[in-house]
């Protein structure tokens, strides 16, 4: 008699609530991992994967992507989940606004919205939700509906009311698409935050899960620091923009958030890609300052392995910055001491021809952003055997905290009845990051000729494998993740 539809034999399962990995069976039904057990019959299943003792980590919940930035949504739907699943990803977290880039238009989100599920159905190879920016007035007062439509996070880009995306300053309104006589300003944060506890009223079930994202960075110091570095000429390519946007800068913002947050009652806050130790060292102090506020701390694979002096050329270009090798280090210890809720890739592709203005090698105006989720859990696996972090905090910090964070239910660990989402880890065989080994449409990567000792092989989406030997395989399944409960 047939019982599984699926049987992982012989893996090392690692759980997010186990000191150790355990080797061991997985049998999958209809989606989900219906049995962990070693020694399941192979004859009750309709298809039988041996793992090789490799290990099995939970599918990585990357709370932090940008599909569509740059590229038309569908074809980065398309090609970007592919590059996701390369790095163990099954599940992909887009932040999503109106404005200038993605769809190139303001207006309603009852409008814009279902025009971003269509443009993504039927392409992608990872499951996906997305995260909405309220820009407007109009877009705070329709948040429940957006709650109804399965968004429960949102965000705050702090620095866009007077500093440009790439670095200069520019006309808010036009590139905003908000409506005229509108500011997006310290008292619009605070109307949306209060806009986003008002919802978490409203929805008492989902409140836990219903939470506001910053962006931290203060447009203000940025906007002057851009002027001194560029008058004084000193600095060039990853050292000028790391100077022009200082840790300062971040830490300021991060003190406003907090209190904004204090004043509205808005007790769930992501700070976004902490970049620095003056941010993280911001973060903490706030968390004490205002213990009644759920504050999660977020970075980046791209700020745990990269600096401004290793990284590969004006392509490691991102906001906030790669920066000294001494605040790479800081944030290490941060992830250590456990003051680190997760880690995500940021992915946003930049294809060469969009990435770098005239001239090709003046930082300020290259674009922002460049894609990183397939070697998000590589990186920090290779990171994590080199300093001592637990292959259990690893699937801590990819998938079971975000997952918990932004009401995925079924998502995030390896356990009987969650969605049979997982990749196959090879560690110890040395390998180097090449560009054109990616699946994602960006010709160059800033991780060019870096070094990982931890390898992604195979990836299964709900039980279907869609990477099998490192390569893509069959058709997109993925699918939008409602987070409303219904």
């Known amino acids: 008699m047939t019982a599984f539809d699926l049987l992982l034999r012989n893996v090392r399962v690692v759980r997010h609530d186990s000191a150790e990995p355990e080797l061991t069976d997985i049998g999958v039904v209809d989606g989900r991992i219906a049995r962990i057990a070693p020694g399941i019959d192979p004859a009750t299943a309709r298809s039988v994967v041996d793992g090789g003792g490799k290990l099995a980590f939970p599918g990585v919940v990357d709370a932090h992507q940008h599909w569509g930035i740059y590229n038309p949504l569908p074809e980065d739907t398309a090609s970007e989940s592919r590059a996701s699943a390369q790095g163990g990803v099954t599940t992909a977290l887009n932040y999503m606004r109106t404005g200038q880039y993605y769809l190139n238009r303001g207006g309603a989100y009852a409008d814009f919205f279902p025009e971003v599920l269509g443009a993504a159905e039927g392409r992608s190879y990872v499951d996906y939700a997305f995260h909405l920016a309220p820009m407007s007035r109009e877009h705070i007062t329709e948040l429940p509906h957006l709650v109804e439509s399965g968004v429960t996070s949102f965000k705050i880009f702090m620095f866009y009311g007077s500093h440009g995306l790439h670095g200069r300053s520019a006309d808010q309104n036009s590139f905003l698409m908000i409506p005229e006589g509108e500011r997006y300003d310290y008292a619009h944060f605070e109307f949306v935050m209060r806009g986003v506890q008002a919802v978490r009223e409203r929805f008492p079930d989902l409140a836990d899960q219903i939470s506001l994202s910053l962006h931290c960075e203060t447009a203000e110091i940025m906007s002057a620091y851009t002027k001194m570095v560029e008058e004084e000429g000193t600095l060039s390519g990853l050292a000028a923009y790391h100077a022009s946007r200082p ?20 007790p769930n806050i992501n700070l976004l890609h902490l970049s620095s130790a003056k941010a993280v060292d911001a973060a903490l102090r706030m968390a004490k300052a205002f213990p009644h506020i759920d504050f999660r701390r977020e970075v980046t694979i791209g700020h745990l392995v ?181």
């Open 247 to 266: 840790p300062h800068s971040e830490g300021l913002a991060v003190s406003i958030a907090a209190y904004l947050a204090h004043e509205t009652g808005l």
């Open 306 to 486: 990269a600096d401004i002096t290793t990284a590969h050329g004006l392509g490691g270009k991102v906001n906030p910055p790669l920066r000294p090798r001494e605040d790479v280090e800081a944030l290490w210890t941060h992830v250590l001491d456990g003051e680190i809720d997760w880690v995500v890739s940021d992915h946003a592709c930049c294809r060469d021809e969009q990435k770098f203005g005239e001239p090709r090698d003046d930082i300020f105006v290259a674009k922002s952003g460049f894609g990183g989720a397939e070697y998000l859990l590589p990186g920090l696996l290779t990171e994590a055997a080199r300093r001592g972090l637990s292959h259990q905090r690893v699937a801590q910090l990819t998938s079971w905290n975000p997952a918990r964070r932004f009401g995925l239910t079924a998502k995030g660990a390896l356990a009987e009845g969650y969605d049979a989402d997982l990749c196959l880890v090879e560690e110890g065989t040395p390998w180097v990051v090449r560009a054109q080994d990616s699946e994602s449409t960006q010709e160059y990567t800033p991780f060019e000729g870096f070094k990982m000792t931890a390898r992604v092989t195979d990836t299964f989406l709900r039980g279907r494998q869609v990477l099998a030997a490192g390569r893509v395989v069959g058709e997109p399944t993925g699918r939008y993740v409602s987070r409303s409960g219904r």
